[in-house]
Each structure stands twice: as structure tokens, then as C-alpha cells.
């Protein structure tokens, strides 16, 4: 019944653990792809503004790789944000702000080939674009800020269950190793009889006692600390051993 019982509470736990590990594991997905969007806009800026610059095709390389790499991006952070049931209302707005910039790149782009530097360079002096570049990154801002706190929370959600879980278990494992050892006839019984098992037997029982109680205590020092209480532990293995 303690098996169950104890069982139970650490399934309890670790399943907690487990949500929250993967929920911090989708919060780093999705900062990551939040920075692979920011990547891709700068090179598409860097290739515009090199071939704005020079009227050479092979400035435009970044460009042509970013429009390339910036659909699926988006598509990818898209959808890790479905999965986490995240708000999607920055990400839309992001969404169309990038397509936004992306057509105008293309637009200032086509300028200069059909009517030459003055007609590009007078569209990039509207500062639109610029606008345009402050809003998207401003929302990638706030997206990433909500993505740390939700990071900072689940791994502290996952530390405290993983903890609780470990406490859990140590706890069970010291019950459950003395009802054993009450039922273990003779060495741990009162009766006479007990003194017919060998040397070995008596004294090997409790030595493995004092063993089990400094692995658990072991197994403690990430949730109790390696100072706090050292040896409180073992006067269950001093009683048992007396025993």
C-alpha cells in the first residue's frame, strides 16, 4: 500500500516535471526561431542596400536566400506557438509586417534597376522602411521578454516537482526499507530465535542499513542542501542497527 501510495505521488510529480521541461524546451524553440526571423530580415536588408549601393546582381545573394528562408521561419515559429497555445496576435502582426518589409526591399529593388539610384533612394528617405524595420523588431522585443519568463518559469516549475519527487521517493524508500526489515525474520526480531543467525547476517543487515540511509541522503542534498541536518538521517540507521 506505501508502494502504491508513494508510486502515485512521484508519477504525480515527474509528470509535472515533464510538462514543465517540455514547456521550457518550447520556450527555447521558440526564441530561436524568433531570432532566425530577425536574421533572415537583416540579410534581406544587407542585400538591398549592397545592390542599392552598387547596381550588382551579386549583392543580392543575402537578399535572395533571406526571401527564401523567411516564409518557412515564419511558418515554423507559427506553429511552435499553436502548440504552446501561445497568443498568436504578435505573431500575425509580425507576420505582416515582415511581408510588408519584404515588398519593399522588392520595391526599391525594382526602382533602381528601372529607373536608377535617385528614384530608390528617394523611397528609402520616406523612412518607411525604417518604421517598418522598428515595429518588427520592437514586437520580436516583447515576444522574446514573454518567451524568458515563460523559460525562467517552467524550469523552476520542473526544478521544484523534480525535488518534491525526489523527497517523495527517498521518504518511501526509508519506510518501506524498515517495514522489510520488521518482516524480515529473525535477524530483526526480538525473539531469541534471532540470535541463531550468523555474525554475518546480524551485522551485514546493519551495515547495508547505514549504507541505504547515506545514499538517501545523498540522493537529498539537491533539495535539502549538503550542510542542512547532515546526520538526522542516520539515527534511523543507529536504532536499527541497535536493533
Given amino acids: 500500500l506505501i508502494l502504491v501510495v508513494f ?3 512521484s508519477y504525480h510529480q515527474w509528470e ?12 527555447r524553440e521558440i526564441l530561436t526561431a524568433i531570432d532566425s526571423v530577425l536574421v533572415d530580415l537583416a540579410d534581406a536588408e544587407t542585400g538591398q542596400r549592397g545592390f542599392l549601393l552598387t547596381d550588382e546582381d551579386r549583392y ?3 537578399y535572395r536566400r533571406a526571401t527564401e528562408a523567411l516564409p518557412k521561419d515564419l511558418a515554423a ?3 511552435l506557438l499553436n502548440e504552446g497555445h501561445r497568443n498568436r496576435n504578435d505573431f500575425d502582426e509580425l507576420n505582416s509586417l515582415a511581408n510588408q518589409e519584404l515588398q519593399e526591399l522588392r520595391h526599391t529593388i525594382e526602382l533602381r534597376r528601372g529607373q536608377g ?3 530608390a533612394l528617394a523611397v528609402v528617405l520616406t523612412d518607411e522602411g525604417k518604421r517598418t524595420t522598428d515595429s518588427i523588431r520592437a514586437i520580436c522585443a516583447r515576444m522574446q521578454r514573454n518567451e524568458n519568463a515563460n523559460q525562467a518559469q517552467g524550469s523552476s516549475s520542473g526544478e521544484a516537482a523534480s525535488e518534491v519527487a525526489l523527497l517523495i521517493t527517498a521518504i518511501g524508500a526509508l519506510l518501506l526499507l524498515f ?3 520488521v518482516g524480515f525474520e529473525p535477524f530483526a526480531s526480538p525473539e531469541p530465535l534471532a540470535w541463531q543467525r ?7 543487515a546493519a551495515v547495508l542499513g547505514v549504507v541505504a540511509i547515506t545514499l538517501i541522503r545523498a540522493a537529498l542534498t ?3 542542501g549538503p550542510t542542512e541536518m547532515p546526520f538526522t538521517l542516520y539515527f534511523c540507521a543507529v536504532a536499527f542497527a541497535a536493533w
Fill in 7 to 9: 508510486v502515485g505521488f
Fill in 179 to 181: 517495514i522489510f526489515a
Fill in 198 to 204: 550468523s555474525r554475518l547476517s546480524r551485522y551485514g
Fill in 117 to 119: 539610384a535617385k528614384a
Fill in 77 to 79: 515559429l507559427g506553429k
Fill in 60 to 62: 543580392l545573394e543575402p
Fill in 16 to 27: 509535472q516535471y515533464r510538462r514543465a521541461s517540455l514547456e521550457t524546451e518550447r520556450s
Fill in 222 to 224: 539537491p533539495v535539502m
